[in-house]
């Protein structure tokens, strides 16, 4: 299988507790996409790269957020001092191309819960 | 700034009957629009996308069109199934240069036997 995949796919900590996500995107995209998914609702944007620079941030990406992808491949978020309201599924997605209409390929998701 | 309303769900519906999902946006500029669906238990996944007015997406029996005079993107699909069960998300992609997406909040869909 050549999907996106993140991992862990769930994780518990506690709160003040940093907290680092993988994904690694379908091979040779060159487009990443983070998201964060709460119950009942849908994906917030939160940031994307294009190859290895990040291009867009959303202003829901406090200073307690980073995401890198060194060598445009695999893509880190990390979530420092996490609080209850981190407590939400983190989604990666990848594309290839240039034009926005390009297809969006999502991962399983990483399920955070903070305590 | 650029959002995306749809209906609320629980829908309920019988097999065979004809569904829709209202979607309506608000955005500044030109976005291109997109339908994605979640399965129980998997990733969301592409459903369908249209990106200029009057364009009509397609897949799986769904269809959706652009309608800029009336800001919509309306899902439909003439007979559901059973497996047409999951969670719907209407979602757009402004063309200003930016690749920010925004979704709606998503419409779960039952179909009963």
């Known amino acids: 299988d050549t999907g996106v995949s993140q991992d862990p796919r769930h994780k518990i900590t506690k709160r003040g507790q940093n907290v680092t996500f993988r994904c690694d995107p379908i091979s040779e995209h060159n487009r990443l996409y983070w998201y964060r998914q709460t119950l009942g609702q849908g994906p917030e944007f939160l940031t994307y790269f294009q190859n290895e620079a990040q291009l867009e941030k959303s202003r829901l990406l406090s200073d307690r957020f980073s995401a890198e992808r060194p060598k445009g491949s695999f893509s880190t978020l990390e979530i420092q001092r996490t609080e209850q309201g981190d407590s939400a599924m983190y989604l990666c997605?990848?594309?290839?191309?240039?034009?926005?209409?390009?297809?969006?390929?999502f991962g399983p998701g990483t399920r955070l819960l903070v305590l | 700034g650029d959002s995306v309303t749809q209906m609320e769900g629980p829908v309920t519906l019988s097999e065979e009957a004809f569904l829709t999902i209202n979607c309506t946006y608000t955005a500044t500029g030109y976005p291109s629009l997109f339908w994605y669906v979640q399965y129980p238990g998997e990733g969301l996944q592409l459903l369908l996308k249209?990106?200029?007015?009057?364009d009509k997406g397609s897949n799986k029996g769904f269809e959706a069109t652009y309608r800029k005079e009336t800001t919509s993107f309306h899902l439909e699909k003439g007979s559901v199934q059973v497996s047409d069960s999951a969670v719907y998300f209407c979602?757009?992609?402004?063309?200003?240069?930016?690749?920010?997406?925004?979704f709606g909040a998503g419409t779960r869909l039952f179909v009963k036997a």
């Open positions: 997605a990848s594309s290839l191309g240039q034009r926005i209409q390009e297809t969006q390929y």
């Open positions: 249209a990106t200029k007015a009057d």
């Open positions: 979602a757009l992609t402004e063309n200003t240069g930016g690749f920010k997406t925004i």
